[in-house]
């Protein structure tokens, strides 16, 4: 949930201790919400970090794309893993690519310069798009949640049987 400008941490009905680090950490991180963050903000935030966000909310996507009908825990886990993996991650960014506009495109190749490392799994090219994925997703999350889902809603989701 996010808060718009206007709203902020509201205090539980009952009272939680106050000298609780996490109801601290908690408000803290509720009143400085990504959609209080201003552009200039928003260009101060490198590609790899982008990146970092833009994972938590893709594979959040997946778990909630997942969560109907109820299946057992490592059902749904099963079938996230086979969805936010670099190699699907890749070929779904290769899938919205003719969708993008060119600012998007910018994003995108700058998430794609930012990839170093990858795991042994997967090869350099296949990681450095499912970077530029995640980039994008990061980006779009705090810069156009409208655009994000638009595009989200895009991904043809293939059955997870082959992918696990």
Excluded at 43 to 51: D, M
Excluded at 85 to 99: D, I, K, S, V
Excluded at 109 to 118: D, L, M, P, Q, V
Aim: net charge neutral; aromatic share 10%.
């Amino acid at each position: 949930m996010k808060l718009s400008e206007e709203q902020s941490f509201e205090e539980p009905a009952e009272k939680p201790n106050r000298y609780n680090p996490w109801y601290h950490a908690l408000k803290t991180a509720c009143n400085k919400l990504p959609s209080q963050m201003s552009p200039f903000e928003v260009r101060q935030i490198s590609p790899t970090a982008l990146a970092y966000l833009g994972d938590a909310v893709y594979e959040l996507y997946f778990r909630m794309y997942y969560l109907l009908p109820p299946q057992r825990v490592d059902s749904y886990h099963r079938s996230v893993v086979a969805q936010v993996r670099a190699e699907m991650q890749a070929r779904h960014l290769q899938a919205l690519a003719p969708e993008l506009t060119d600012s998007e495109l910018d994003i995108v190749r700058r998430g794609r310069n930012a990839a170093t490392g990858r795991p042994k799994r997967v090869s350099a090219e296949t990681y450095q798009q499912a970077t530029s994925l995640e980039t994008l997703v990061g980006y779009l999350y705090l810069t156009d949640e409208a655009r994000l889902t638009e595009l989200l809603h895009k991904i043809k989701i293939e059955s997870t049987e082959s992918h696990i």
